[in-house]
């Protein structure tokens, strides 16, 4: 280390000093005097680029309210004439959630006009740099073609790398493996022997004392752990479309066990049914966990997504057909194969493999997934859901296929979800959004062909059913990998902002575990927050009063992060196999709408169901007026 110098006394200044300061005086005032005429100048400037921006946005919103206003389905909402600054917000909120899909549509069909000749001079280049030296040299004027080229680019640096074989496990030794205090709790939240009170099984690995090499005591929450309420509630029965799609929901977010925002392991939902035919199988895959560009632990991420856009076999399908016959479902029996996003084009994929190994893969459901481009066998029916405004579905920039009249009929829906304005366009690309519209096609089919699909998807649906969820990870101790590579939010006032309420909540009579947690559901501008508790009883959580204590913190909460919503599932100790979940979201006027749901499965007590839920348990919408959670902390109308 330098040496320091020494403190010295102030003896005042001499004839230089003083010299030195009036010449700086002299220099300094003009100089500052100029630097204030440019400041001013460019402020000048930059209120005349403000005054023009706002001009070109009031007559934007004129045109777009024009627009809407000639059309008769006005949407993604009714747009009020932009004579306010509300009025303007909404006008162009709307042109940005319709501008958005378009583009990104618009771009992928014109990839290859648009990025060839980009990637012809980074082939050229390799020729001297053997670097940048990645095929397709000179073919690449086709989508497919031009991700092949990044992909292989990404390679030689390091990034999209997904050579790897996959291990496969049940998802319970994987956390009893990785995290084994989730597994203790989750055993003793399914044993009706456990007693009251959780106690840590004596000799249970610490994963963290292990890492650090020191002798930890225990912990002093152990029920705080983050992930152990999300984990406890695994569904044990999928009954209709729109459950198939609340499962998507709750696999992907179990891909992240320990709620970090890191994808851990992919998973793989089989369940296993026995229809008065024979056995039947539903198999169902994860959406992507990870947009980090080098390939973690977990193979749903961004590299199995640009490997299956170039026409190549990532790890996730090879692991998701391993996975089915490790299951041991035997030729001849019936498959269908869901997923959403990523989730639906490996499971495409995964339906053309399958057929190839002798399996008999009949029905493919899929949401917000792109298929244009993947080939799917004519003998497997095929329905697929795509809301309008969804950007996912319009990725590749070719629309699905379409069979009507011969054969097996490829169906797809195209939706207009309802809407408020101010949100963020990933809450198109949401499980549970896809889950609300898969309702709405089930309570009214907008085709007798769809209807009919759906009489066939009811065999699935209705027999006795046994879930097993498979965990899949690459080999080769792969790390793994955050959510996103950059973030851009204050993640210490976040963390505060969770940690907090998760506390708060845990201290409510009843509580036993509380998550409170980003569910980003495959997408990853997509922000809900959810609550999952664990509860002694269920009947305290079925009071108004109650419940709109938690909403109010709650959406305190996501007003902060600009989220779109809410959801919260309840699961009582006492009273097991029903699980109650609600969201909540804010409509285009202001008010609130409460979606409720109930889950009844083969450990429910008939009695219990009849005492609880007295005028039965069919999914109700509830319409709240828009103070009704007051006060909560609303940035968006603060403004």
């Not at 559901?521 to 938690?550: C, H, K, Q, Y």
Request: glycine share 8%; charged share 20%.
């Amino acid at each position: 280390m330098p040496p320091q110098p020494s403190p010295q006394l102030w003896r005042g200044r001499n004839g230089a000093t003083r010299a030195a300061l009036i010449l700086g005086l002299i220099v300094g005032i003009p100089v500052a005097f100029a630097l204030g005429l440019l400041l001013l100048v460019v402020g000048l400037a930059a209120a005349v680029v403000a005054l023009l921006v706002w001009l070109i946005g009031l007559v934007v919103a004129w045109v777009w309210f024009a627009i809407q206003s000639r059309k008769r389905i006005p949407y993604p909402f009714e747009t009020p004439p932009p004579s306010t600054r509300r009025g303007r917000r909404i006008a162009l909120s709307g042109l940005y959630l319709s501008l958005v899909p378009r583009t990104v549509g618009a771009v992928a069909r014109g990839a290859a006009l648009l990025f060839a000749p980009l990637a012809l001079l980074v082939s050229l280049i390799g020729v001297f740099l053997p670097r940048w030296r990645a095929r397709p040299f000179v073919a690449v004027f086709t989508l497919p073609a031009i991700l092949r080229k990044v992909v292989r680019l990404g390679r030689r640096r390091g990034l999209l790398r997904d050579g790897h074989d996959a291990l496969l496990l049940e998802y319970d030794d994987f956390l009893a493996r990785a995290f084994p205090q989730i597994r203790d709790v989750l055993d003793w939240w399914n044993d009706p022997r456990g007693g009251d009170d959780y106690v840590p099984t004596p000799g249970l690995a610490d994963v963290p004392g292990g890492l650090l090499g020191l002798p930890l005591g225990p912990s002093p929450d152990p029920l705080g752990q983050p992930g152990i309420a999300a984990g406890a509630m695994r569904r044990r029965s999928i009954r209709s479309l729109r459950e198939l799609l609340l499962s998507q929901r709750e696999i992907d977010d179990l891909c992240d066990p320990d709620l970090d925002d890191r994808a851990d392991v992919g998973l793989v939902r089989v369940v296993e049914m026995d229809a008065p035919g024979g056995r039947c199988w539903m198999v169902q895959f994860a959406s992507t966990k990870s947009w980090h560009p080098r390939a973690g632990a977990a193979p749903n991420d961004i590299t199995a997504d640009l490997l299956i856009g170039a026409g190549a076999e990532p790890t996730v399908t090879r692991a998701a057909l391993e996975t089915m016959l490790a299951a041991r479902i035997a030729p001849g029996e019936p498959v269908l194969l869901a997923g959403f996003s990523l989730g639906g084009m490996v499971a495409a994929q995964v339906a053309t493999a399958a057929v190839g190994a002798g399996l008999t893969v009949t029905h493919l459901v899929v949401a917000g997934s792109p298929l244009g481009r993947i080939t799917v066998p004519d003998a497997v029916t095929v329905l697929a859901l795509e809301h309008v405004l969804d950007p996912v579905p319009r990725i590749e920039g070719r629309e699905n296929p379409v069979r009507l009249e011969s054969g097996t009929p490829f169906l797809t829906v195209k939706a207009r979800p309802p809407l408020s304005h101010g949100f963020r366009i990933g809450s198109l690309h949401q499980s549970t959004a896809y889950a609300d519209t898969a309702g709405a096609v089930e309570a009214d089919p907008p085709d007798p062909r769809v209807a009919a699909v759906l009489a066939e998807l009811g065999v699935f649906f209705e027999a006795p059913q046994r879930i097993n969820d498979h965990a899949t990870v690459r080999a080769g101790g792969l790390p793994p990998r955050p959510s996103v590579p950059l973030y851009l939010h204050s993640t210490v006032e976040e963390g505060i902002t969770r940690g907090t309420l998760r506390q708060t909540v845990r201290r409510l009579a009843g509580v036993i575990a509380v998550d409170v947690y980003q569910s980003r559901s495959g997408f990853a501008t997509t922000i809900v927050w959810n609550a999952d508790m664990l509860v002694r009883e269920l009947d305290p959580w079925l009071i108004d009063a109650g419940r709109t204590a938690v909403y109010r913190g709650l959406l305190s909460l996501l007003a902060r992060r600009r989220a779109v919503g809410i959801h919260l599932r309840l699961q009582a100790r006492a009273t097991p196999g029903i699980t109650w979940e609600s969201t909540v979201q804010r409509l285009s006027d202001g008010r609130w709408r409460e979606t409720i749901d109930v889950t009844v499965d083969d450990r429910a007590d008939p009695a219990d169901v009849a005492r609880l839920f007295p005028a039965g348990t069919a999914p109700v919408v509830i319409v709240h007026a828009p103070d009704a959670f007051d006060p909560v902390l609303d940035v968006a109308r603060q403004r």
